[in-house]
């Protein structure tokens, strides 16, 4: 093994540790999910165990990132940018717009939380879509205290005292649109309904 590649699988470990811990996963759930043995996941993530491709593909598979992330690989003659994640209040934002101004689009992550957390609502000038990936959201929007499972959506205008947080302590993967004061998401339906008719 050369030098470079050495170098490589030694950064696997902390990597491997970081990505869990950002998803708020512990190592029993991984285990559980990826049929790897705690001992083994705990020795991957601490340096004492060499990663292996039949250790690292299902943990590609579990986090549902491509391989060459988990190791670190250079990325050569791939013309996509990869955005770097954004850590703010506990939440982890994932950018997918790069454009300024206008309407701003994030992948956001709400890491499981062991005991219920205490909403602190906020408010700030604009308008606010999402769309629930996986989890359970917790919404709490003036008054009303609403739960959102995968496949909901919601919008709302920001200037209105709203939290999110997870509804069960698990993990939480949402969509976010968010546009300046005014801007608001456009949703068109998938086929035109003619209106009842009057009598």
């Given at each position: 093994m050369d030098h470079e590649t050495g170098d490589v699988?030694?950064?696997?470990?902390?990597?491997?540790?970081?990505?869990?811990?950002?998803?708020?996963?512990?190592?029993a759930e991984l285990a559980a999910t990826t049929g790897i043995s705690e001992s083994t996941?705990?020795?991957l993530e601490s340096g004492q165990r060499r990663a292996t491709l039949e250790l690292l593909l299902p943990l590609a598979r579990t986090y549902d990132v491509p391989l060459d992330d988990l190791v670190g690989a250079p990325r050569t003659?791939?013309?996509?940018?990869?955005l770097k994640p954004?850590?703010?209040y506990g939440m982890m934002f994932i950018p997918l717009s790069r454009r300024p101004g206008g309407v701003q689009a994030f992948k956001m992550i709400i890491p499981a939380q062991p005991e219920p957390q205490e909403p602190t609502?906020?408010?700030?000038?604009?308008?606010?879509?999402?769309y629930v990936l996986n989890g359970r959201l917790r919404l709490v929007l003036g008054e009303r205290d609403l739960t959102l499972p995968p496949g909901e959506a919601a919008e709302f205008d920001t200037s209105l005292p709203h939290w999110l947080g997870s509804a069960d302590g698990g993990v939480v993967e949402l969509l976010i649109l968010f546009g300046p004061q005014g801007m608001r998401a456009h949703v068109h339906p998938?086929?035109?309904?003619?209106?009842?008719?009057r009598y």
């Amino acid at each position: 093994m050369d030098h470079e590649t050495g170098d490589v699988l030694d950064a696997v470990g902390p990597r491997l540790r970081a990505l869990r811990r950002d998803r708020g996963i512990t190592l029993a759930e991984l285990a559980a999910t990826t049929g790897i043995s705690e001992s083994t996941l705990s020795r991957l993530e601490s340096g004492q165990r060499r990663a292996t491709l039949e250790l690292l593909l299902p943990l590609a598979r579990t986090y549902d990132v491509p391989l060459d992330d988990l190791v670190g690989a250079p990325r050569t003659g791939d013309p996509r940018i990869h955005l770097k994640p954004i850590r703010r209040y506990g939440m982890m934002f994932i950018p997918l717009s790069r454009r300024p101004g206008g309407v701003q689009a994030f992948k956001m992550i709400i890491p499981a939380q062991p005991e219920p957390q205490e909403p602190t609502p906020q408010t700030h000038e604009g308008f606010e879509w999402l769309y629930v990936l996986n989890g359970r959201l917790r919404l709490v929007l003036g008054e009303r205290d609403l739960t959102l499972p995968p496949g909901e959506a919601a919008e709302f205008d920001t200037s209105l005292p709203h939290w999110l947080g997870s509804a069960d302590g698990g993990v939480v993967e949402l969509l976010i649109l968010f546009g300046p004061q005014g801007m608001r998401a456009h949703v068109h339906p998938g086929s035109y309904r003619p209106p009842p008719p009057r009598y």
